[in-house]
């Protein structure tokens, strides 16, 4: 087989060179992860936590039916958000794929320029929105839809989900729409000159092909919002709770780092089990090897 | 050579600009700099000018979070050392100050010598110090109260609801009224509401009773605030009409120019002290002394009481106020024959975050 570049000597297989990636995964991936694991065998207090090895906030966690509650709701909020998400963002993404020209870039810049401004500036925006006095409530009320304001714009789960589809948008629109970029136009030709409609050519030929974007899409977003903090916060009101907000109140009202971290461990535990087994049958291993087998 | 010369320059201006970017030069290298943890609203800018100047150095105001936060803070590695001064609540940052036993405190003891103004301090307060043994560790700087802050023009001040901690729960005000996101005050006021004259010690039965007392009006919360722009947002928009509040949100509404004021609940105000101390091992203990030595001045206290309405425990700043002024700013509390409830770190706080869960949750 020719060399690719005459002149250069190969130099064997150069394994200190993933050295700085490698350093990199330990110290800034695995080790916070491990201390996590340690901290949640702690024993926490007022006075602090100390190094003891026990299973005291696990126990805790089993015992009081809140925390199972709360993992419940927090996985059906974060499934739910992931499938609005992609009915929203697939097709955005398929028509950022199919303009052309410049035009193609103003529409782009325009989807990503909200995602320049701050997580909590972009969830704060609904308040003057969707609250009582409103800019919706406003609307309808001078276009004479309603006497009154309407209250269940905010400060409920549907306000929520509105927030975290918002902010996590973009997250599953761009790989779907590089996923849609990279299929070849002919494929599409020679679906409708073989007599395929519009719905079989999506269903065999795009759906099929843009699946690792729709796969690596929903896997992020489904991540980002099992760990929400901020938006049910300021948009549920008073049933504005997730995992993320308990783990919060662990660390920032109680001190209870133990407690804050055996949750923490444990949704990682469930997420990590959800995705192994849904991944058997959705074909996840594509999103993480490529597409190559 | 030309290129040379250009290089020699362009060097040469790299690096002063690199020095005076990295703060090293001269003027810097004397400024004088107090590392400080407080909350932003007890230094606003009138009352840090004067402080700065008293002790002739620049403070730099960490963001405070909470106690727990300020305990996790002196707790970390390094965090005794890493700042000056630190102010907290008392109630709460007491125990993880002292910790079980003498010499194991994280903050040192003060120099009273150092601090003439502590002379000063109300004999109200005076129970407010801490102490272990013949060490003084804190002593509280600044006080207040939490009740409902409510709008006047939406909400009758004559309503006899005003006066309680049931103006947030009584369903003639369903949908406009906020609570506050936060286990310890909104579990404590709504224990007092039910009666618990010691909500910190209360058993699980009392706090069980106080969980679904909230659940069942859970409705006529509009929403849970958390933070302090958020709290004076709901009010200035008129989501709601009435919200668990704090006294610069008072003044940060009056200054917007409505019509709003606190009640004094007669269940039981919610009082607190917040308290300085120096970190065990600070490196400008003289400095640190001076800043509280100057938070306890005259000039400084009436200042901060003129900026945030924060009354400060010099009890010579509540005499300078006329009776009307101390009326409007709280500092006869103490006259209105309600019972003042001082924070305190629940014995169960664990139990308390679950139950706030559960009444989110539900």
């Known amino acids: 087989m020719p060399r690719p570049f005459p002149g250069v000597r190969p130099i064997g297989k150069p394994f200190w060179l993933m050295l700085p990636g490698v350093a990199w995964l330990l110290v800034f991936g695995l080790a916070p992860v491990a201390f996590m694991v340690a901290v949640s065998f702690w024993r926490s207090s007022i006075f602090g936590t100390t190094p003891d090895f026990v299973f005291d906030s696990y126990a805790r966690i089993i015992e009081e039916p809140l925390y199972l509650d709360l993992i419940v709701k927090t996985l059906r909020m974060a499934a739910l958000t992931t499938l609005l998400s992609l009915l929203v963002s697939y097709p955005l993404a398929w028509f950022l794929a199919t303009r052309r020209g410049a035009w193609k870039a103003v529409w782009l810049v325009a989807v990503f320029v909200p995602f320049w401004i701050s997580y909590v500036v972009r969830t704060f925006v609904w308040l003057p929105i969707l609250g009582r006095n409103g800019l919706i409530n406003q609307s309808l009320m001078a276009l004479g839809i309603t006497d009154a ?110 407690m804050g971290a055996a949750l923490s461990v444990t949704l990682v535990g469930i997420v990590g089990a959800l995705l192994l087994v849904t991944g058997r049958w959705i074909g996840i291993a594509e999103v993480f090897t490529g597409g190559k087998k | 050579m030309t290129t040379h010369a250009f290089g020699r320059r362009a060097a040469l201006g790299l690096a002063g600009g690199a020095a005076l970017a990295a703060g090293i030069g001269p003027a810097s290298a004397q400024e004088r700099r107090l590392v400080a943890v407080m909350p932003g609203p007890f230094l606003p800018n009138g009352a840090r000018a004067i402080l700065e100047r008293q002790i002739n150095a620049r403070i730099e105001n960490l963001p405070y979070v909470s106690p727990t936060d300020t305990a996790a803070k002196l707790m970390a590695p390094g965090g005794t050392s890493r700042y000056d001064l630190m102010y907290s609540t008392t109630g709460f940052i007491q125990a993880p100050v002292l910790r079980e036993r003498a010499g194991q405190e994280l903050a040192r003891p003060l120099d009273l010598s150092k601090i003439p103004n502590a002379a000063k301090i109300s004999p109200l307060f005076q129970s407010e110090i801490t102490k272990r043994g013949d060490n003084t560790f804190m002593l509280p700087v600044v006080w207040g109260y939490d009740s409902v802050v409510y709008d006047r023009d939406r909400i009758p001040e004559n309503d006899p609801l005003t006066q309680s901690w049931g103006l947030l729960f009584d369903d003639k005000y369903a949908g406009r009224v906020a609570l506050r996101d936060d286990p310890y005050q909104s579990i404590c006021l709504t224990a007092l509401h039910l009666g618990i004259r010691s909500p910190e010690t209360m058993s699980q039965a009392d706090l069980n009773r106080v969980t679904q007392f909230l659940i069942s009006k859970k409705r006529n919360f509009r929403t849970i605030w958390g933070s302090f722009a958020e709290a004076v947002n709901l009010m200035s928009s008129r989501e709601v009409d009435a919200i668990f509040g704090w006294i610069p949100m008072r003044a940060a509404l009056q200054a917007q120019g409505r019509n709003v004021t606190n009640n004094w609940p007669r269940e039981g105000l919610l009082v607190f002290t917040h308290s300085a101390f120096i970190p065990r091992e600070s490196r400008n203990v003289e400095l640190a002394h001076a800043a509280i030595n100057g938070a306890l001045s005259d000039e400084f206290g009436k200042q901060l009481g003129e900026e945030t309405q924060y009354p400060v425990t010099n009890a010579n700043v509540a005499a300078s106020f006329s009776a009307e002024d101390q009326a409007r700013l709280g500092y006869d509390v103490e006259k209105r024959g309600i019972p003042l409830h001082r924070y305190a770190f629940p014995a169960a706080m664990d139990r308390w975050i679950e139950a706030w869960g559960r009444f989110k949750a539900a």
């Open chain 1, 149 to 258: 304001p309407v209250e269940w714009l905010l400060y409920n789960e549907g306000a929520v989900y509105v927030g975290l589809v918002y902010v996590y948008t973009l997250f599953m629109t761009l790989p779907i729409y590089l996923a849609l970029g990279r299929i070849d136009p002919k494929l599409l030709e020679a679906a409708a000159d073989l007599g395929a409609r519009p719905w079989q050519t999506f269903r065999h030929v795009v759906l099929p092909l843009s699946w690792p974007g729709v796969l690596s899409g929903c896997i992020m977003v489904f991540l980002l919002a099992v760990s929400a903090y901020v938006t049910p916060r300021l948009l549920g009101g008073t049933s504005g709770i997730m995992l993320g907000n308990m783990i919060a109140s662990q660390f920032l009202s109680n001190n209870n780092w133990a």
